[in-house]
């Protein structure tokens, strides 16, 4: 069973039926959130939107079978996404090497990377250097916008864990920007 | 806790409305009725042909002489035309969610089809159809049938605008292509027929089976047809000789034109059961995002009264092996 198929076995029998539903206002409402996470988690570019196309595939195939309320979808469609991009990391190889992350901080001075890189490179940069579970917070507070209680009920973490571990890493990347 | 992250925040960025687009237009291929929409960007652009020259050949003048006949077109054949991709871009961004209404104004439904109706098997989908389904008995290793629905029979009146029509032409730079006076206000009438989808899928590809009597469209009699075909070729972005020469071979009462992108598309005539096909593959367009696995192969024929098309991501060898046994 693959894990979209056990959230699938997971949702309730309850509720809209799929033909009732606005799906190019969900689409509208769902597109921005689910990008943006991609491109705090995997990098900005080609990589952020195939891994986006994929997650509402995956979501849009079985939607006849997601029978909740729809405020429940973006937290079904996120939780796709987030296995997503735990696939994408176990199949590739990380798209910005290490050596990267350290030209940002390391033999340059502010001017030189001004003229080199955009600020959304340097960033990015920046985030590619981050452990997993930091960048899926980063991720999970400002691509998708979430509160620290919400990614609490995502993660499993507990609401001030969430807030402390984001206050560390904030810190941290601010420390290098 | 005081995060100082404006730097973090200001990484955010809305997705590209090219992409948002394609995207969404993937997504509806999976909607309920899109199973019909598998094969809608070769097809929307078809309609939109069929459109321009549907609402070219309400030309009052040529009404007069028709008297009140009217004239029926019917998909008897296909014949496949290569365009640029970059004019159905363009088409689709200057009326991005219906580009054949961009030189109507008025759309009156007479009957409205709904969203097609998902059936418990083949012999259910029998009724609503109004046929005997037909299917294919070879299908590759691994394909099953998934869903079969039903799409049940339409009726719309359109009328033209003459205004939008110089508007469109305008906006596509062709300032040589003249609008037939008194076109403005001319209406044709559209007969959807009820169209059953049927759903293949494996583990590694998908298959759609679609099938449906031929949508009709009625329209006044008595017109220059080549002429006015010509000039839908035009909008869809063929040089002035090109356009005139292929508007001059065609039966425009039976052909329904394929356009089919040039940079992304190859297609060949086929033979289906006998019959005259057309048979489409489509590559991997250069690009990122959704357009990148939108690659397969799409085969259209007609068999009696019934327009029959196979899309998947299978061979074109495969697909043409499926589209053989469908009876």
């Avoid at chain 1, 981050?130 to 620290?148: F, H, I, M, P, W």
């Avoid at chain 2, 009438?189 to 449906?212: E, F, G, K």
């Avoid at chain 2, 508007?247 to 019959?275: E, Q, Y």
């Amino acid at each position: 069973m693959t894990a979209e198929d056990a959230l699938f076995a997971r949702m309730e029998t309850r509720s809209i039926p799929a033909a009732a539903v606005d799906w190019d206002a969900v689409y509208v409402q769902q597109l921005p959130g689910i990008y943006n996470f991609f491109r705090y988690r995997v990098g900005d570019g080609p990589v952020a939107e195939d891994l986006t196309s994929i997650t509402f595939e995956k979501a849009w195939r079985a939607r006849a079978r997601y029978r909740r309320d729809l405020a429940g979808f973006s937290t079904w469609l996120l939780a796709i996404a987030r296995n997503v991009a735990v696939d994408h990391y176990r199949a590739a190889r990380p798209q910005l090497p290490l050596e990267a992350a350290a030209s940002v901080t390391t033999g340059s001075t502010p001017e030189d990377v001004a003229v080199r890189r955009s600020d959304l490179d340097r960033l990015g940069a920046l985030l590619a250097t981050l452990a997993g579970r930091d960048r899926e917070l980063v991720a999970l507070k400002y691509g998708v916008g979430l509160t620290n209680r919400a990614i609490a009920g995502i993660t499993g973490l507990s609401e001030s864990n969430v807030g402390t571990l984001l206050h560390r890493v904030v810190q941290d990347l601010r420390a290098r920007w | 806790m005081e995060n100082d992250d404006k730097f973090l925040q200001e990484f955010r960025r809305d997705p590209p409305a090219g992409y948002a687009r394609r995207l969404r237009e993937t997504l509806r291929e999976q909607e309920e009725g899109a199973p019909a929409r598998a094969w809608r960007p070769l097809l929307a652009a078809a309609a939109a042909l069929i459109a321009v020259v549907a609402a070219l050949f309400a030309f009052p003048a040529v009404r007069a002489g028709a008297q009140s006949l009217l004239d029926l077109f019917r998909v008897r054949s296909f014949v496949a035309v290569p365009f640029d991709g970059a004019r159905m871009d363009k088409l689709r961004a200057l009326d991005r969610d219906h580009a054949a209404m961009m030189i109507f104004d008025h759309k009156d439904v007479l009957q409205e089809p709904g969203p097609p109706v998902v059936q418990s098997s083949l012999a259910a989908a029998a009724g609503p159809a109004g046929f005997s389904v037909a299917a294919p008995a070879y299908l590759p290793a691994g394909l099953a049938l998934d869903t079969v629905a039903v799409s049940r029979e339409g009726r719309a009146r359109l009328s033209v605008s003459a205004s939008r029509l110089r508007d469109l032409l305008a906006a596509l730079d062709l300032n040589d292509v003249e609008v037939p006076a008194g076109l403005d206000g001319q209406q044709i009438a559209v007969h959807t027929l009820p169209v059953v989808i049927q759903s293949y899928r494996s583990d590694r590809h998908r298959l759609s089976l679609i099938q449906a009597r031929s949508p009709e469209i009625s329209l006044p009699t008595g017109v220059d047809l080549p002429r006015l075909g010509e000039i839908g070729l035009r909008i869809l972005g063929l040089d002035a000789s090109e356009a005139r020469r292929i508007a001059a071979s065609l039966d425009w009462r039976s052909t329904l034109l394929v356009p089919v992108p040039t940079n992304a598309s190859s297609f060949r005539s086929v033979t289906v059961r006998g019959n005259p096909g057309l048979l489409i593959t489509t590559t991997k367009p250069d690009g990122a995002g959704a357009d990148r696995r939108r690659a397969g192969t799409v085969v259209l024929w007609t068999e009696g009264e019934r327009v029959f098309a196979l899309r998947g991501t299978l061979d074109p060898e495969d697909v043409m092996q499926v589209a053989e046994s469908v009876r």
